[in-house]
T-cell receptor
Framework: QKEVEQDPGPLSVPEGAIVSLNCTYS??????FMWYRQYSRKGPELLMYTYSSGNKEDGRFTAQVDKSSKYISLFIRDSQPSDSATYLCAMSAKKLIFGTGTRLQVFP | EPEVTQTPSHQVTQMGQEVILRCVPISNHLYFYWYRQILGQKVEFLVSFYNNEISEKSEIFDDQFSVERPDGSNFTLKIRSTKLEDSAMYFC??????????????FGQGTRLTVV
């Protein structure tokens, strides 16, 4: 079983839709959970991080962590074409372990 | 806004040659990392560096690779005797706090290494 699993997509949604991105993981030692956004041929850009279980909201973005299910989510409300990118989940024990990334396309 | 800078943005090298990828981390950060991303694949951890020594490395980071912080600002990744399969984007990252408390690691824009 992979340490972090993420559906690669692509996920295509109309502008204004609510987007749900998810990752599952196997290592119960992970304590910090991050979401990064990566545009083509650019470095990952940190969007949000959460410590342990719970929710965190930042503008149109909400991150959720359910440690009992080893499942994390990122919700994007009122999605915009500028949100089109690859979204990477990452988890931290002694190093960041990334998911494969989900490619999101928001069309006008 | 402070950022991690990497040079060069693109490096083409012949197989068997040595390359040095350079990074300037954010100035008050103490933890430094190299990651790589082969085209179409996920971002993979290579090595972490703290207090002038390697704190952790992956199985990818073998004797072909080395890291150095030659002065107070630069952090370098040296790849000796490059192979075709070393072709990838190499990302440098830095963080204020350590991996056990890791939250915000900031990534540079990457160096695209092409081995021909």
């Amino acid at each position: 079983q992979k340490e972090v699993e993420q559906d690669p997509g692509p996920l295509s949604v109309p502008e204004g839709a609510i987007v749900s991105l998810n990752c599952t993981y196997s290592n119960s030692a992970f304590q910090y959970f991050m979401w990064y956004r990566q545009y083509s041929r650019k470095g990952p850009e940190l969007l949000m991080y959460t410590y342990s279980s719970g929710n965190k909201e930042d503008g149109r973005f909400t991150a959720q962590v359910d440690k009992s299910s080893k499942y994390i989510s990122l919700f994007i409300r009122d999605s915009q074409p500028s949100d089109s990118a690859t979204y990477l989940c990452a988890m931290s024990a002694k190093k960041l372990i990334f998911g494969t990334g989900t490619r999101l396309q928001v069309f006008p | 806004e402070p950022e991690v800078t990497q040079t060069p943005s693109h490096q083409v090298t012949q197989m068997g040659q040595e390359v040095i990828l350079r990074c300037v981390p954010i100035s008050n950060h103490l933890y430094f990392y190299w990651y790589r991303q082969i085209l179409g694949q996920k971002v993979e951890f290579l090595v972490s560096f703290y207090n002038n020594e390697i704190s952790e490395k992956s199985e990818i980071f073998d004797d072909q690779f080395s890291v150095e912080r030659p002065d107070g600002s630069n952090f370098t990744l040296k790849i000796r005797s490059t192979k075709l399969e070393d072709s990838a984007m190499y990302f440098c990252a830095s963080a204020k706090r350590g991996p056990e408390m890791s939250t915000e690691a900031f990534f540079g824009q990457g160096t695209r290494l092409t081995v021909v």
